[in-house]
């Protein structure tokens, strides 16, 4: 059968359109455009019937809440060790007022620097424990003499640091006092002449004058003087030695043993008369 019907041919635009369909990068685009608009009216409708305002605030005073508690947290203890009860005490306090009670205040650094500055330590360790204490590790300085100048008397260690000063020497009688000018500035050579070479003198020793800034007087508590020479200190000590072996430091009439020239000792006598009597040991 035959008629006269005609399928009509598609538009130029159309069949364009239809041939994009087909493509993939335009499949992609399409729902690249479509997801876009559903963001966008998700977001609309969202915080149109939604208020977050008040949930953020509320999770920003907490936040601030719980770092105004933690800045007054307060330490709960400060624990010193290495050094003496006196000094351990003078820590404490020094540590407590520097944290001003706030954890907000704390500079373990700053804290070592004020504790370094004591004079009775020599160095500090401060760290900061799990259980919010303060524990600080000293090395203490140690007294090693008296320096005696005029009415008061200082404390030194074995580096001729000043650890403390005072007023009455018979608080730490157990150490030797120096007298003399520049006598802090001679401790290696005092702890050797004093432990090693006059051990057995020390009791009796009352002090030890540094001379001239060149040379030690030996002063003992019978008022016996025994000087010592510039130079050629070891034969001068075992001279010192020979007249210990003849009791001459036992003799309450003798008054000075001059050991200044090695090869020319001089002895004093309380009086001339004496003196002949010992002619024979001489």
Same mark, same amino acid.
């Given at each position: 059968?035959?008629?006269?019907?005609?399928?009509?041919?598609?538009?130029?635009?159309?069949?364009?359109?239809?041939?994009?369909?087909?493509? #993939?990068?335009?499949? #992609?685009?399409?729902?690249?455009?479509?997801?876009?608009?559903?963001?966008?009216? &998700?977001?609309?409708?969202?915080?149109?019937?939604?208020?977050?305002?008040?949930?953020?605030?509320?999770? !920003?005073?907490?936040?601030?809440?719980?770092?105004?508690?933690?800045?007054?947290?307060?330490?709960?203890?400060?624990?010193?060790?290495?050094?003496?009860?006196?000094? &351990? #005490?003078?820590?404490?306090?020094?540590?407590?007022?520097?944290?001003?009670?706030?954890?907000?205040?704390?500079?373990?650094?700053?804290?070592?620097?004020?504790?370094?500055?004591?004079?009775?330590?020599?160095? &500090?360790?401060?760290?900061?424990?799990?259980?919010?204490?303060?524990?600080?590790?000293?090395?203490?300085?140690?007294?090693?003499?008296?320096?005696?100048?005029? !009415?008061?008397?200082?404390?030194?260690?074995?580096?001729?640091?000043?650890?403390?000063?005072?007023? /009455?020497?018979?608080?730490?009688?157990?150490?030797?006092?120096?007298?003399?000018?520049?006598?802090?500035?001679?401790?290696?050579?005092?702890?050797?002449?004093?432990?090693?070479?006059?051990?057995?003198?020390?009791?009796?020793?009352?002090?030890?004058?540094?001379?001239?800034?060149?040379?030690?007087?030996?002063?003992?508590?019978?008022?016996?003087?025994?000087?010592?020479?510039?130079?050629?200190?070891?034969?001068?000590?075992?001279?010192?030695?020979?007249?210990?072996?003849?009791?001459?430091? /036992?003799? /309450? !009439?003798?008054?000075?043993?001059?050991?200044? /020239?090695?090869?020319?000792?001089?002895?004093?006598?309380?009086?001339?008369?004496?003196?002949?009597?010992? &002619?024979?040991?001489?």
């Amino acid at each position: 059968m035959v008629t006269d019907f005609k399928d009509p041919a598609p538009s130029k635009f159309f069949y364009k359109l239809n041939r994009l369909a087909y493509k #993939l990068w335009f499949k #992609l685009l399409l729902f690249s455009l479509a997801l876009s608009a559903f963001l966008l009216l &998700a977001r609309i409708f969202v915080f149109e019937k939604l208020d977050f305002n008040e949930s953020f605030i509320s999770i !920003k005073n907490n936040a601030f809440s719980y770092f105004e508690d933690i800045s007054e947290y307060k330490v709960s203890k400060v624990e010193v060790f290495g050094a003496s009860e006196q000094l &351990a #005490l003078e820590i404490e306090d020094l540590v407590k007022n520097t944290l001003s009670g706030k954890i907000s205040t704390l500079s373990v650094s700053n804290i070592r620097e004020k504790i370094i500055r004591m004079a009775r330590v020599k160095n &500090a360790f401060v760290k900061l424990t799990a259980k919010g204490n303060i524990k600080v590790e000293v090395i203490e300085r140690k007294g090693l003499a008296v320096l005696s100048e005029g !009415k008061s008397y200082v404390l030194l260690d074995a580096e001729g640091v000043r650890i403390s000063s005072f007023v /009455d020497w018979r608080a730490l009688p157990n150490l030797p006092i120096l007298v003399g000018k520049g006598a802090d500035s001679q401790l290696k050579e005092f702890v050797s002449l004093h432990h090693q070479k006059l051990h057995s003198l020390i009791s009796e020793i009352e002090f030890y004058e540094w001379v001239g800034e060149r040379r030690w007087n030996l002063h003992f508590k019978s008022k016996l003087v025994i000087k010592l020479p510039e130079k050629n200190l070891g034969k001068g000590l075992e001279l010192l030695s020979v007249f210990i072996e003849k009791g001459f430091l /036992d003799n /309450d !009439k003798i008054s000075v043993i001059d050991l200044r /020239d090695v090869h020319r000792p001089f002895i004093r006598f309380k009086n001339s008369s004496i003196a002949k009597t010992y &002619a024979h040991i001489l």
